[in-house]
């Protein structure tokens, strides 16, 4: 069976679904793998390097294709090509993509998507959103660093003590704890809040202040936070206000799959930060946290940057596509059995990943 890596054609994508390293693991599990010329090109991974793994590297590895691999959902002039049947593992938020899931229903294509791998126990190493969450909160921190005009660690010489910055991150899953960690590491003071209950004992172990505000938590299903009321947001705004006036650095993270992100910060916050602080929203592609955010853009409201995230792991395309082509192989080994790839519709990772199958959009996609 054949296995196709596409190269990636949405605008900005640096990643790559699968790399050199792992593609020994492909072919030891019995799949040929057939690499799309120039498809890891962008995150610093030649053709050559696919070659030497093993892999067929071609200009149509389409053809005669059982399972294609992508980043972002193949472009619809990539679908033609495939034998009637064939599968396609990439992040797929269908609900945008209606014209391309009514091909897919009439090609009769099995479509995973990624971002749809459940969080439980069994399928972490499949969770393509953490590792690309972990990748982004590093940038996040990285670019505030870069953009404020001072240093983050305290530094004493004979000239004077320089202060550290004063860095405050909301929400604490993967992206805002990974942002805390490398902000701490900088030598920043960092304080961090999350509406659910465990994450000030989450962000207390990286080292950083815990904001506990006299608010109920919001638990949600998956690990992820229950939308709250616009009665609770605007308190908390009010209570969050004095935290980030005083803050060098703001970055937030909150967000979740295939909904709007909660508006966590209006202008009017914003507004009392020093002349030079900095604003980084790792969710400005789902709307932002942050009023006024443009994703892939620097707004400036007063003398505050203002820096809207656009595809953030793809901005460091090395790292994200290892652990992306990780989760994908983790993917594929779980559906693979007597050396074919046939996955379980019965087994729960693989019901939850599925958006069509035989002609059909299944409710479990999403």
């Known amino acids: 069976m054949r296995i196709a890596v596409?190269?990636?054609?949405?605008?900005g994508e640096a990643r790559v679904a699968m790399v050199p390293e792992l593609v020994g693991r492909l072919r030891a599990a019995g799949y040929q793998v057939a690499v799309q010329a120039g498809a890891g090109a962008a995150a610093l991974l030649v053709d050559a390097a696919y070659e030497a793994a093993g892999a067929l590297v071609t200009e149509h590895p389409f053809d005669e294709a059982d399972v294609v691999l992508s980043v972002q959902p193949l472009d619809t002039s990539c679908l033609a090509p495939l034998p009637s049947g064939a599968t396609t593992i990439s992040f797929f938020p269908y609900p945008e993509r209606p014209t391309d899931v009514a091909l897919r229903q009439d090609r009769k294509l099995t479509t995973f998507g990624m971002e749809f791998v459940p969080r439980i126990s069994r399928a972490q190493s499949m969770d393509a959103l953490s590792s690309q969450a972990l990748v982004a909160g590093y940038r996040g921190a990285i670019v505030a660093a870069s953009m404020l005009g001072q240093f983050f660690p305290l530094s004493m010489t004979a000239a004077g003590t320089v202060p550290p910055a004063q860095v405050v991150v909301l929400g604490a899953g993967v992206a805002g704890l990974q942002a805390i960690a490398t902000c701490r590491r900088l030598g920043a003071v960092v304080k961090g809040y999350d509406v659910r209950s465990a994450a000030a004992e989450e962000i207390r172990s990286m080292g950083a202040q815990a904001i506990e505000l006299p608010l109920p938590t919001l638990e949600g299903a998956g690990g992820y936070a229950r939308e709250m009321t616009e009665e609770r947001a605007q308190r908390q705004r009010e209570l969050l206000a004095s935290y980030i006036a005083s803050a060098d650095a703001l970055i937030t993270t909150a967000a979740v799959p295939g909904r709007r992100a909660p508006?966590?910060?209006?202008?009017?916050?914003?507004?009392?930060?020093?002349?030079?602080?900095?604003?980084?929203?790792?969710?400005?592609?789902?709307?932002?946290?942050?009023?006024?955010?443009?994703?892939?853009?620097?707004?400036?409201?007063?003398?505050?940057?203002?820096?809207?995230?656009?595809?953030?792991?793809?901005?460091?395309?090395?790292?994200?596509?290892?652990?992306?082509?990780?989760?994908?192989?983790?993917?594929?080994?779980?559906?693979?059995?007597?050396?074919?790839?046939?996955?379980?519709?019965?087994?729960?990772?693989?019901?939850?990943?599925?958006?069509?199958h035989d002609g059909q959009v299944l409710a479990d996609g999403g």
């Open 263 to 356: 508006l966590l910060v209006t202008t009017e916050m914003i507004a009392p930060m020093a002349p030079g602080s900095v604003v980084v929203d790792l969710a400005a592609e789902a709307g932002g946290n942050v009023e006024g955010v443009v994703a892939g853009k620097v707004v400036r409201v007063g003398s505050v940057q203002l820096w809207g995230g656009a595809d953030v792991p793809s901005q460091m395309p090395g790292p994200a596509s290892r652990l992306y082509a990780h989760n994908v192989l983790n993917v594929i080994m779980l559906m693979t059995h007597d050396g074919r790839f046939a996955p379980d519709f019965d087994d729960e990772i693989t019901a939850a990943m599925c958006v069509t």
């Open 6 to 11: 596409a190269r990636e054609q949405a605008p």
